[in-house]
Each structure stands twice: as structure tokens, then as C-alpha cells.
């Protein structure tokens, strides 16, 4: 591939290339707020300590039961919009969790708020940080975990 006719054409149209460049940025900066702001592991305990933060993991029922951060509560990404209202008219700040830190912008995107924060690098992320789950043995009732005994 012969570089140099690219720089020349770049060259060329310095004006096209500035707009393409702008157009690039607006579109990862839209992109990034449109699927919400990130949370790390370490600010998760604290704006839940803090702020009273409630946590949503967005995983599928089996996945959850296998381990979830403490007081975190399970309604799967498929039964979402189901309980979207519910999740609006929380007004403390609401953390949504998933598996790697993908799919809770779209629970993000569906709730609307400002309030709304995904946890950046999801479950994935916060074994990662070495931070534990709980339940690693639990029954989901009602949409809290509850831990067998």
C-alpha cells in the first residue's frame, strides 16, 4: 500500500480531514455519555455506604445465583422493561451491573436519569479489583438474593 497518495490527497483537503475529525470525536463523545456514566469498584462501596446507591445486577437469574455483590438486587436485562417504572422511581443513585460492563448501557439508556451509573468492567471488573461475591450459593426471591443456608 502506497502511503504517500494518502498524505497527499490528506494534504490536499486539510478541510475535509478537520471535519472528519471532528465528526470522529462528537461521535465517541456522544457514544460514551449516551451509554452512561462509569463507576469503579472501589467508588461502588462508596457511593453505597455514602449515598445509599442501589445496586441492579441486569445478569440472567443463573448467572446471578452463582455470585453477585452484596446487596445487590437481580432483575435480568430481558425481564427489564417489565419493572422499568420500579426502577425510575428510585431516587437514590443507581448502579446497574452486568457481566463485563457492556450491557448495562442499555438498561442505562432505558431508565433515562441522571442518577443512573453502570459499574465500569461489571462483575468481571470487580473480581478483578479482587473484591468478593456473595452468595455464591443463593435463591433469588422476589428479586433480592437470599442466601441458603
Same mark, same amino acid.
Given at each position: 500500500?502506497?502511503?504517500?497518495?494518502?498524505?497527499?490527497?490528506? !494534504?490536499?483537503?486539510?478541510?475535509?480531514?478537520?471535519?472528519?475529525?471532528?465528526?470522529?470525536?462528537?461521535?465517541?463523545?456522544?457514544? +460514551? /455519555?449516551?451509554?452512561?456514566? /462509569?463507576?469503579?469498584? =472501589?467508588?461502588?462501596?462508596?457511593?453505597? =455506604?455514602?449515598?445509599? %446507591?442501589?445496586?441492579?445486577?441486569?445478569? *440472567?437469574? /443463573?448467572?446471578?445465583?452463582? !455470585?453477585?455483590?452484596?446487596?445487590?438486587? +437481580? #432483575?435480568?436485562?430481558?425481564?427489564?422493561?417489565?419493572?422499568?417504572?420500579?426502577?425510575?422511581? #428510585?431516587?437514590?443513585? #443507581?448502579? #446497574?451491573?452486568?457481566?463485563?460492563?457492556?450491557?448495562?448501557? %442499555?438498561?442505562?439508556?432505558?431508565?433515562?436519569?441522571?442518577?443512573?451509573?453502570?459499574?465500569?468492567?461489571?462483575?468481571?471488573?470487580?473480581?478483578? *479489583?479482587?473484591?468478593?461475591?456473595?452468595?455464591?450459593?443463593?435463591?433469588?426471591?422476589?428479586?433480592? %438474593? /437470599? %442466601?441458603?443456608?
Amino acid at each position: 500500500m502506497d502511503f504517500s497518495r494518502w498524505f497527499e490527497f490528506m !494534504g490536499n483537503h486539510p478541510f475535509l480531514f478537520g471535519i472528519l475529525g471532528v465528526l470522529i470525536f462528537l461521535f465517541f463523545t456522544l457514544e +460514551n /455519555k449516551r451509554s452512561g456514566k /462509569k463507576v469503579s469498584p =472501589n467508588t461502588l462501596g462508596q457511593m453505597v =455506604n455514602s449515598q445509599n %446507591a442501589q445496586l441492579i445486577d441486569i445478569r *440472567a437469574k /443463573k448467572k446471578f445465583e452463582t !455470585g453477585y455483590i452484596q446487596g445487590s438486587r +437481580n #432483575i435480568p436485562l430481558t425481564q427489564f422493561k417489565d419493572h422499568l417504572e420500579e426502577v425510575r422511581a #428510585i431516587t437514590d443513585p #443507581i448502579i #446497574i451491573i452486568c457481566d463485563m460492563g457492556l450491557h448495562s448501557s %442499555a438498561a442505562v439508556q432505558l431508565i433515562g436519569k441522571d442518577n443512573v451509573f453502570r459499574l465500569d468492567g461489571g462483575i468481571g471488573g470487580w473480581q478483578a *479489583a479482587g473484591l468478593p461475591l456473595s452468595g455464591t450459593k443463593s435463591k433469588v426471591v422476589d428479586g433480592k %438474593a /437470599k %442466601a441458603k443456608k
